[in-house]
């Protein structure tokens, strides 16, 4: 099985501040990873898939990059829409979630 | 536009089995190379895969559930299904109905989520 691990579980910033989350796979998963946010009491939202690729009408302050088997998602200056929990998902290998990365308030 | 609508009982007993039902608008299950999705999210805790469909009738399961889950779909009604047996307290959470657009694509729909306890 193909864990992710996810990192940090939380991040306290304020708004403007540059954010990234960082997202491990046991093994290689050839950049098949997306990321996506949710807020409270709403279904996840895709941001960006094949590691890099930003979803039709998402901000292009979102931004993800891959180095092997680590993953990151940036927020190059985060927005008060922002402030969410973020998942990464692998579907090397039917799909995996990582634990989730809360964004909150500074 | 797609849309996905979750429906069944919010409360099942324990060792019972739970029953969901995903109807689509906008699209249909045997349509493209979408994978009809199920996927739960446990109180206060992260998104858990549990199976998932194609439009051929091909599904994989979470491993850890495998024997427990059976996925379906009715083409004719545009919906698919799941069935989860033996359910324990640990099964109660928000089950999503998703469709991932395809191969290397992502989780582009999901339904609202219905919450299902065990009690």
């Known amino acids: 099985d193909i864990q992710m691990t996810q990192s940090p579980s939380t991040v306290s910033a304020s708004v403007g501040d540059r954010v990234t989350i960082t997202c491990r796979a046991t093994?290689?998963?050839?950049?098949?990873l997306a990321w996506y946010q949710q807020k409270p009491g709403k279904a996840p939202r895709l941001l960006i898939y094949?590691?890099?690729t930003l979803e039709s009408g998402v901000p292009s302050r979102f931004s993800g990059s891959a180095s092997g088997t680590e993953f990151t998602l940036t927020i190059s200056s985060l927005q008060s829409d922002d402030f969410a929990t973020y998942y990464c998902q692998q579907y090397e290998s039917y799909w995996t979630f990582g634990q989730g990365t809360k964004v909150e308030f500074k | 536009q797609v849309q996905l609508q979750e429906s069944g009982p919010g409360l099942v007993k324990p060792s019972d089995t739970l029953s969901l039902t995903c109807a689509i608008s906008?699209?249909?299950?045997?349509?493209?190379?979408?994978?009809w999705s199920w996927i739960r999210q446990s109180p206060g805790k992260g998104l858990e895969f549990i199976a998932y469909i194609l439009y051929n009738g091909a599904n994989q399961y979470n491993p850890s559930l495998k024997s427990r889950v059976t996925i379906s779909e009715d083409t004719s009604k545009s919906q698919f299904s799941l069935n989860l047996r033996s359910v324990t307290a640990a099964d109660t959470g928000i089950y999503y109905c998703?469709?991932?657009?395809?191969?290397?694509?992502?989780?582009?729909?999901w339904g609202q989520g219905t919450l299902v306890t065990v009690s």
């Open positions: 094949k590691a890099s």
């Open positions: 093994q290689n998963i050839n950049s098949w």
């Open positions: 998703a469709r991932g657009r395809g191969y290397g694509y992502g989780i582009d729909y």
């Open positions: 906008g699209g249909s299950v045997s349509s493209g190379s979408h994978f």
